[in-house]
């Protein structure tokens, strides 16, 4: 799940981290006494506007129809509104958004923590993250902060570092003090990179986190070191053990489709084929969507309806594919193990008479319990849809409608 930078930040602020402190707005005159409660309580007498939406790039990106930036310094409260009021309720696009872009709902207003013609301030990137071929969290950091990680990791990888982190003993001081060293930092500004080390693993872990990325982490010209932004993706796997975290979801972030799904308890993700999936289990899925891209079609989405597909889950996996105008053929593939392929079978009937004239056709790999019963349910139903008894077979079907 996604946060917002301004969910991010109060995230890291609850586990010590020094943040660039800031107020979130959804209207110009929210923001105005946003900057003015800033300025009481920061002294700060510039502003940092900054659009929130799931998406990176924001400072670089362009409000469609005017030359505004989705990251904007104000320097007075008449800024400060017009900023608001130029960004707010329109359309954002960014290297990360795609042509479509993205509507800003709210805004953050920061306090400026930069200062004019002060060339001691530094930037870093810092992340926390899973390394999947240890299967240990490592932190990821260079002095190459405010930029493309990807573009950097590029043309001068060797200015990007990592530290993983043993599980037995988790992250160890001489661990933080090396991040610190290698980022160049001495002093006051070494101690404090250290604790903000320690502080931002915390973090990680007790929110239990899939990345952290902070770009960039300011060294300020007093020496204190801070999280100008925030990414954080949490792992929706342990949402149960925080509601509080669950309540930040927005949903008007998502795809609307997959947010339909998960309400009816389906395992959704749209893809860009031709081909609608309905199968039970993510690992099955998986080799459906490879059987079809081999017998030449292209999965349209991956939909695992899980255990219990009975008919409602399927006439609402059903629905769910349908909003799909580039599905010009659905494959159903189930194995009956803790449910009955029978039932599943009565459940597809079902739901195609519910549903109405279903204008693509529908291809039924039903294996394991009840399999014959239910390839006699689907044969004997008088509907629009053909049964098969292997996987290729069902494959091949998809092929031939789609030629």
Known sequence: MNLHEYQGKSILKSFGVKIQEGIVADTPA?????????????GTGWWVVKAQIHAGGRGK????????????????????????ENILGNTLV????????????????????????????KEFYMSVLLNRSSGRNMIMYSTEGGMDIE????????????????PKVGLMPFQSRKIAYNLGLSGAAFKDMVKFVGSLYKAYEGCDAAMFEINPVLKTSDDKIMAVDSKVTLDENALFRHADYAAMRDTSEEDPTEVE????????????????CMVNGAGLAMATMDMIKLSGG????FLDVGGTA????VENAFRIILQD??????????FGGIVRCDRVAQGVVDAYKNIGEIPVPIIVRLQGTNAAEAKQIIDNSGLKVQSAILLQEAADKVREVLA
């Open 94 to 121: 960014t290297i990360q958004t795609g042509e479509a872009g993205k509507q800003v709902n709210k805004i953050l207003i920061a306090q400026d923590v930069y200062y004019p013609g002060d060339s001691e301030t």
């Open 61 to 84: 990106g362009s409000i469609i129809g005017s030359d505004q930036r989705g990251v904007a310094l104000a320097k007075s409260l008449d800024d400060v509104r017009t900023i608001a």
């Open 30 to 42: 929210q923001a105005v006494e946003a900057a003015k409660k800033l300025q009481a309580e920061t």
């Open 298 to 301: 292209e999965p349209a989405n």
């Open 310 to 313: 009975n008919a409602e889950r």
């Open 325 to 334: 105008p580039n599905v010009k053929a659905i494959l159903i593939n189930i």
């Open 151 to 166: 573009k950097v990791a590029e043309e001068t990888p060797h200015l990007i570092h990592t530290e993983e982190i043993d």
């Open 261 to 276: 799904a998960a309400s009816f308890s389906l395992n959704y993700v749209k893809l860009d084929g031709n081909v609608g």
